[in-house]
Nanobody, 120 residues
Framework: QVQLVESGGGSVQAGGSLRLSCVVS??????VGWFRQAPGKEREYVGG????????YYVDSVKGRFTISRDNARNTVYLQMNSLKPEDTAIYYCAADSTAVIENPEYRYWGQGTQVTVSS
């Protein structure tokens, strides 16, 4: 059974930074992506990382501000968020699967989400 647990959310002022963590427990190393959902909006794909970090993908709205990395020895994937804006406010989810098309992934396994609030 695959379990994902996010942590690291919180409240920050615009221009600040947060680092989210996603611990992925399972039998293999998984492809992982980050998503977010703001109130009243559809879920948005933020970006993803392949199993061995050989490829990363970011949506345009976070390029240059967010960085995805992973430490497979700790079964953890990170989302470093810098220069945060109020429009980044959302619940952030990590998701995983054994394979995924990083530019347009479909993941079977999801975490419970962590709230990020950015105030102006």
């Amino acid at each position: 059974q695959v379990q994902l647990v996010e942590s690291g959310g919180g409240s920050v002022q615009a221009g600040g930074s947060l680092r989210l963590s996603c611990v992925v427990s399972g039998r293999i190393v998984y492809e992982v992506g980050w998503f977010r959902q703001a109130p009243g909006k559809e879920r948005e794909y933020v970006g993803g990382i392949t199993r061995l970090s050989s490829k990363k993908y970011y949506v345009d709205s976070v390029k240059g501000r967010f960085t995805i990395s992973r430490d497979n020895a700790r079964n953890t994937v990170y989302l470093q968020m810098n220069s945060l804006k109020p429009e980044d406010t959302a619940i952030y989810y990590c998701a995983a699967d054994s394979t995924a098309v990083i530019e347009n992934p479909e993941y079977r396994y999801w975490g419970q989400g962590t709230q990020v609030t950015v105030s102006s």
